[in-house]
C-alpha cells in the first residue's frame, strides 16, 4: 500500500511540476519574478536537472523497460516544447542557447541519479 501511494504522489509530483514548467515557459515577463534577478539561465539548467531526476524515478517506479531511452525522449520533447511554446508569447524567444542549457542540465540530472540519488528509495 506504501509503495503504491509513494509511486502516485511521485506522479503527482511530476504532473504538477511539468505545468509548472509550461507555465514558467509562457510567463510573458519572467525577469520580473521575485528573486529571479532577471537571469533565467539558471532555472533552464536547474529545472531539467530536477526534471530529468523527477522522471527517471517515476519512470523506475512504473517499471517501464528501457526507462533511460523513454526519459531521455520525454525530457528531450519537452525542452523543444517550452521553447516552442514560447513562439506564441510576444515578450519571449525560441533560443537554441536555452536548449543547450537544458540539454546540459537533463545530462547532470541523469549522471546524477544514476551515481549519487540511483539508491535513495521512495
Do not use: C
Not at 47 to 73: A, C, D, P, Q, W
Amino acid at each position: 500500500m506504501q509503495k503504491l501511494l509513494n509511486k502516485y504522489l511521485l506522479t503527482v509530483i511530476l504532473v504538477i511540476y511539468v505545468a509548472l514548467m509550461i507555465f514558467g515557459a509562457i510567463y510573458p515577463h519572467p525577469e520580473n519574478i521575485p528573486g529571479l534577478g532577471g537571469n533565467t539561465k539558471y532555472f533552464h539548467f536547474l529545472g531539467f536537472i530536477l526534471l530529468m531526476i523527477l522522471v527517471l524515478k517515476t519512470f523506475e517506479i512504473y517499471r517501464f523497460k528501457h526507462r533511460y531511452i523513454l526519459s531521455v525522449i520525454f525530457v528531450a520533447f519537452f525542452i523543444y516544447l517550452t521553447e516552442f511554446l514560447q513562439l506564441f508569447v510576444s515578450t519571449r524567444h525560441f533560443l537554441y542557447t536555452d536548449m543547450l542549457i537544458d540539454v546540459a542540465g537533463a545530462a547532470i540530472g541523469g549522471g546524477l541519479y544514476k551515481w549519487i540519488l540511483y539508491k535513495v528509495s521512495f
